[in-house]
């Protein structure tokens, strides 16, 4: 039997849009063991949402490392415990693949490594941004190569929190992208390439004076303000009471906002800008980690 542990994700980071994804301290775990059929349980944040046969996420993620390694998967036997909310921009449905994928491959004694793994649950999900910080942890940008996925980790700063806003209703990431359009202006995409260059180069460099004035966006949140009410006010006055930088979370509903010092007066404006628009939310003060999904037993 093998138990993995999968940390939430937080993805984009403002204008890094669908290349750039952090790790966060909130976790969902996958235990799996070989068995004569399918049998699974599931426990915690959205227990009785997830399906429990052939179409939950996790055993399709599994069932694709199996027939990648050329074995046949008869059957397994997994139980599901979540801790990240589902359809919240956290990062639920990477770390369901990614629980799979690196469940599986473990069980079968790892013939997959690790840029197999990042390319296959790349594949799965359809972009990075989510999945590979919850493979391996840390700051990740990552995108398509001519042959392979070309990915860099970074560090972050040892200070560095981030406090997050789950408002209660789901956003789906359908419904999120349906919003985006499918051309943008050249000075638009132009404002996007150096806002995302100077966000890596801050990061890097934990320079955050720097950080506070490039996180913003003009891509995609733009378009999803109208589906997440008070999202332009909350980045507003949470950047006013200290926030380093405020942006919304993969495609939403959840707000990021990364700070140093200033964890309770932006944890109190987030809640308070959201009550304000009757949006009931829970609000959280997680921090960045290193460390991807783990093999705990």
Same mark, same amino acid.
């Given at each position: 039997?093998?138990?993995?542990?999968?940390?939430a994700?937080?993805?984009?980071?403002?204008?890094?849009?669908?290349?750039?994804?952090?790790?966060?301290n909130?976790?969902?775990t996958?235990?799996?063991?070989?068995?004569?059929?399918?049998?699974?349980?599931?426990?915690?944040?959205?227990?009785?949402?997830?399906?429990?046969?052939?179409?939950?996420?996790v055993?399709?993620?599994?069932?694709?490392?199996?027939?990648?390694?050329?074995?046949?998967?008869?059957?397994?036997?997994?139980?599901?415990?979540? *801790?990240?909310?589902?359809?919240?921009?956290?990062?639920s449905?990477?770390?369901?693949?990614?629980?799979?994928?690196?469940?599986a491959?473990?069980?079968?004694?790892?013939?997959?490594?690790?840029?197999?793994?990042?390319?296959?649950?790349t594949?799965?999900e359809?972009?990075?941004?989510?999945?590979?910080p919850?493979?391996?942890?840390?700051?990740?940008?990552a995108?398509?190569?001519?042959?392979?996925?070309?990915?860099?980790?970074?560090?972050?700063?040892?200070?560095?929190?981030a406090?997050?806003?789950?408002?209660?209703?789901?956003?789906?990431?359908?419904?999120?992208?349906?919003?985006?359009p499918t051309?943008?202006?050249?000075q638009d995409?132009?404002?996007?390439?150096?806002?995302?260059?100077?966000?890596?180069?801050?990061?890097?460099?934990?320079?955050?004076?720097?950080?506070?004035?490039?996180? *913003?966006?003009?891509?995609?949140?733009?378009?999803?303000?109208?589906?997440?009410?008070?999202?332009?006010?909350?980045?507003?006055?949470?950047?006013q009471?200290?926030?380093?930088?405020?942006?919304?979370?993969?495609?939403?509903?959840?707000?990021l906002?990364?700070?140093?010092?200033?964890?309770d007066?932006?944890?109190?404006?987030?809640?308070?800008?959201?009550?304000?628009?009757?949006?009931r939310?829970?609000v959280r003060?997680?921090?960045?980690?290193?460390?991807?999904?783990?093999?705990?037993?």
């Amino acid at each position: 039997m093998v138990k993995v542990k999968v940390p939430a994700t937080t993805a984009n980071l403002g204008p890094g849009f669908d290349t750039m994804g952090m790790a966060l301290n909130m976790y969902n775990t996958v235990e799996m063991d070989f068995h004569h059929s399918l049998d699974i349980t599931i426990s915690g944040v959205g227990m009785n949402d997830i399906d429990t046969d052939e179409t939950n996420i996790v055993y399709q993620a599994a069932k694709m490392v199996f027939d990648k390694a050329g074995q046949e998967c008869k059957g397994l036997r997994m139980h599901l415990h979540n *801790e990240i909310p589902v359809a919240r921009g956290l990062g639920s449905s990477a770390a369901a693949v990614v629980g799979g994928v690196v469940a599986a491959n473990n069980l079968l004694g790892s013939p997959l490594n690790e840029q197999q793994l990042a390319e296959l649950v790349t594949e799965i999900e359809g972009h990075p941004d989510n999945v590979l910080p919850a493979l391996i942890g840390g700051i990740v940008i990552a995108g398509w190569g001519k042959e392979h996925l070309l990915y860099h980790k970074i560090k972050p700063g040892a200070q560095l929190q981030a406090i997050v806003a789950i408002p209660e209703f789901f956003l789906a990431t359908k419904k999120a992208r349906e919003v985006l359009p499918t051309q943008v202006s050249f000075q638009d995409a132009l404002f996007n390439v150096n806002r995302a260059s100077l966000v890596v180069s801050s990061l890097l460099t934990e320079n955050y004076e720097l950080l506070s004035e490039v996180m *913003e966006d003009r891509l995609h949140q733009p378009y999803r303000s109208d589906l997440i009410p008070g999202m332009n006010a909350l980045i507003e006055r949470t950047k006013q009471v200290g926030a380093i930088g405020v942006v919304l979370s993969g495609a939403g509903p959840t707000m990021l906002a990364l700070t140093i010092d200033n964890s309770d007066a932006v944890a109190a404006t987030m809640q308070q800008v959201f009550t304000e628009y009757g949006i009931r939310c829970t609000v959280r003060r997680l921090v960045p980690i290193m460390t991807g999904a783990e093999v705990v037993l």
